[in-house]
């Protein structure tokens, strides 16, 4: 029973009917660009309205918007409301021991990366879909998702098929469960032995303290670290990355923590600057859940008229902060795709799996990457001695070597592109300075010779 009515258009053309599955991040930003090339569309979530019923602590709460993100909030015409709430982040302080050090992100004048509230942009996205003609149903069980039939049945008993249903339900997804009972595909849950906690640092104690609040603050400890994002009060979200299980007589891990007393005195040692501003420290550790981390490897994200997008197909772990970045972009190349005038659901969901994988591999493999860096690179020597190089290659070429970082982050390049190009840039920084103390003994005319010869330009 198709309990939708056929819906017209002035033009007399019956306009396609789409339910996307999850009204998290991507959900209603993919909601919003389909009506925009005319289509019908539903969105079913399982939890009761965000707007009205606020998450409960523990997800993370702020979330860095990159170029990526920008440039499809910009499609769905809400780039600057979005910006009316975020703050600028231009780079990272890194704190060793009681000093700081603040690491630009980028050597180009603007490059910053946006600090938003989840749940700010997350009822924002609901309200821009709904104004665009999106219709919501919450608290909605999907009890039987038959991916033949394109048919959704909820709770109530009540059954709707569509022309297209996408998958935008998270990590834990219903619609990749269904596909794997009806496909062959190969789903491999890489779980990181890391977990996070997340901990407040409140207005006054980042005032007095002066911690910059257009910074990204790293506290790296070799094997675990902390961090914080700024938020538009002026407090800040900390989050500590731990690993899961004990290590040797070490306190530090999540399993080791288990008590008041012995969380005080682990982050009195370790993170001693910061566990004076940390509100509650041994309250808000204890009643707040740890975070799981994970790199999801599905083999096929599409079946029939069924497709995923985001988290449901790609989790990734949050150490280049492009979960939500990559998800976006998802979103506008899955909606470029259908709007293409062949207008064949079947070939333009092909299309969308088979050019946007290599770049979500390529994404996931540098999140990843990314922890080893932020955690124990950070404040090495030669960390820094190639961040110099770095530095002085991309002013001589800016146009062939670009630190990874910076396609990733504030560029829309694919994400393999930026993959491929990084370790080659990797491979000449790391020959260049081997066996150098300072920027003075590295060989220059062979670092420039390497950039010449394996870097073609890019058309930034
Ligand atoms: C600690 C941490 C920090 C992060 N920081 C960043 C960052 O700085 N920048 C960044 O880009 N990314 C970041 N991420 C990643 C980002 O949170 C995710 O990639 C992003 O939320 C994915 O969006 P999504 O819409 O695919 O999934 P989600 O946001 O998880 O939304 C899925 C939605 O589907 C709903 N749902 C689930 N099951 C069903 C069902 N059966 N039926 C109906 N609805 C359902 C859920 O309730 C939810 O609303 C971070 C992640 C973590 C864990």
């Keep these: 029973m198709n309990l939708l009515h056929e819906i017209t258009d002035p033009t007399g053309m019956t306009r396609r009917q789409v339910a996307i599955v999850g009204a998290g991040l991507a959900g209603p930003l993919l909601a919003c660009l389909l009506r925009q090339h005319g289509f019908e569309v539903i969105v079913f979530e399982k939890r009761a309205d965000p707007r009205t019923h606020p998450a409960p602590e523990g997800r993370s709460l702020n979330l860095a918007i990159a170029e990526r993100g920008l440039q499809a909030l910009r499609l769905a015409g809400i780039e600057q409301d979005v910006l009316s709430y975020a703050v600028p982040v231009s780079g990272r302080m890194v704190h060793v ?23 700010q942009l997350n009822a924002h996205l609901l309200d821009v879909a709904e104004q665009k003609g999106v219709r919501f149903f919450f608290d909605i069980d999907l009890v039987a998702i038959d991916l033949q039939a394109s048919r959704l049945t909820t709770q109530h008993g009540t059954t709707f098929i569509f022309d297209l249903i996408v998958g935008a339900d998270g990590a834990n997804s219903a619609v990749r469960d269904a596909l794997t009972r009806v496909c062959d595909v190969d789903c491999e849950c890489e779980i990181l032995a890391h ?48 690993p899961l299980k004990i290590q040797g007589q070490q306190l530090s891990s999540f399993a080791a923590l288990n008590h008041r007393d012995v969380v005080r005195q682990f982050f009195n040692s370790e993170f001693n600057a910061l566990s004076r501003l940390l509100c509650d420290l041994e309250a808000n550790y204890m009643a707040r859940p740890v975070g799981m981390m994970a790199t999801l490897h599905v083999s096929r994200w599409h079946y ?22 990559c998800a976006f972009e998802d979103a506008v190349f899955l909606a470029q795709c259908l709007a293409a005038p062949s207008g064949d659901i079947g070939s333009a969901l092909a299309r969308y799996e088979t050019q946007r994988k290599p770049d979500v591999e390529a994404i996931q493999a540098m999140a990843l990457d990314n922890y080893e860096e932020m955690r124990a690179r950070v404040s090495s020597h030669d960390y820094l001695l190639e961040r110099e190089l770095s530095a002085w290659l991309e002013k001589r070429y800016p146009q062939r070597f670009i630190p990874r970082y910076h396609m990733v982050t504030f560029t829309c390049l694919p994400y393999s592109i930026a993959h491929k190009r990084g370790n ?6 790391k020959s260049a300075i081997s066996g150098c103390q300072t920027f003075q003994q590295i060989n220059l005319v062979d670092a420039e010779r390497n950039v010449l010869d394996k870097l073609s330009e890019l058309p930034l």
């Design 304 to 325: 029939n008229q069924t497709v995923l997008i985001g988290d449901a197909a790609h989790q990734m772990v949050p150490f280049h902060g492009q979960g939500m970045n």
């Design 195 to 242: 977990g996070y906690k997340e901990l407040d640092i409140s207005v006054e104690a980042a005032r007095q303290a002066l911690l910059n609040p257009k910074a990204l603050h790293i506290w790296p400890r070799g094997g675990y670290m902390c961090m914080a994002l700024p938020n538009h009060d002026g407090s800040f979200t900390a989050t500590a990355f731990l």
């Design 424 to 429: 080659i840039q990797k491979d000449i920084l």
């Design 97 to 119: 021991e009681e000093k700081s050090s603040f690491h630009a992100y980028s050597s180009r004048e603007g490059d910053v990366i946006w600090s938003v509230q989840r749940s």
